[in-house]
């Protein structure tokens, strides 16, 4: 069965950094685009960004707001892909989903692990 | 960016019921389009992919249609387990965008 599972979600300050994770299972996850998407309270879905297999050149796009504060990386050895995330601030507050990303669509998604940025 | 608008951004159907959510692109991107379906406190769903292909186990009473600016998808026969919140998402060029959500209340 595939699964996705984010964790490393917490209670931060503005401006300090934070590392989430997200481990697949069922997935030959070698093969697999990955993104994360994120669900700020009462708000709706939105991409922050996704790295490609390394199949395919492992690279890494983002969305405006994140881009250059937060990184995406993989470990294909642990199958799993982790976000970055520096100089947090309060508009990141978000639960943060990682997906697959099988043809420019996002397919398994995990349950997703929630950040808080607040003084 | 693509900006992506639904609507209505509720609705209010009873079990059986036909129901109709559109989503408009700011500008054309061909067949590329997904839905999803989003319950509290569970992962979504992608329901349809490229305008109008049924994800796999996904009931035959969802569908999708639409090409270039204008997409609808339709719950035939609403059932219980479809009250929720639904999105679009296109597909055709990054930053991959979402529509705002429509949510599937009961009547």
Redesign the interface.
Known sequence: EEQLVESGGGLVKPGESLRLSCEVSGITFTNVWMSWVRQAPGKGLEWVGRIKSKGDGGTTDYAAPVKGRFTISRDDSKNTMYLQMNSLKTEDTAVYHCTTEPGSYFGYWGLGTLLTVSS | ?IQMTQSPSSVSASVGDTVTITCRASQGIAN?L?W?Q?KP??????LI?SASSLQSEVPSRFSGSGFGTDFTLTISSLQPEDFATY?C?Q??S????????TKVEIK
Request: glycine content about 12%; proline content about 8%.
């Open positions: 960016d590329w997904a999803y989003r406190g569970k992962a979504p769903k992608v992919y999105y998402q597909a055709n990054l930053p991959w965008t979402f529509g705002q959500g």
